[in-house]
């Protein structure tokens, strides 16, 4: 495939145009979810929602449409060092996250989890929680959302909707 033609195929899928951030300009900062966490202006922000504790956000860089992260404000690096209160709001927020994807997209499977520590793939010390959706045949997961009410594919679209749906979906307790 000509990069070209590459290009092409990214920006169906994700408008990568629009995302200077993925094209490899990291904004110069110390962590980039405190960036989030702060409000830094120069981090790209796609939070959904946020407690006292923790943050719910789209992933700029989906593995599947959908893809989202739950992270404490605090700044740790270590699962150990979340608390219980931060493991009860992560855990009451991913419920509500995964009610919302099945309701919304009729997503029907998850995997949900984190990266730790070295050799474990994650690339962002600051722990966060991973829930990446799956679909039936995902080398055509276009043509399985076209089926349903809304096609969503890009993050910045994703955040807009998933924005509203949350304000209006009822708090698990
Ligand atoms: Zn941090």
Known sequence: ???????????????????GYAKGDRPNVDCILCGVRDKNEIVPNLTIAETELSIVSVNLFPYNPGHIIIFPKRHIIHYLELTEAEALDIHRLTQKTMRILEKQWKVQGFN????LGKNSGGSIPHIHEHIVPRFPNEAGFLDVLSNTRI????????????????TNEPEIV
């Open 1 to 19: 495939m000509s990069s070209y033609e590459e290009h092409s195929l990214r920006k169906n899928l994700f408008s990568i145009g629009k995302l």
């Open 112 to 115: 949900i989890g984190y990266n």
């Open 151 to 166: 096609v969503i594919y890009e993050p910045y679209q994703m955040w807009e909707d998933l924005k509203k749906i949350w």
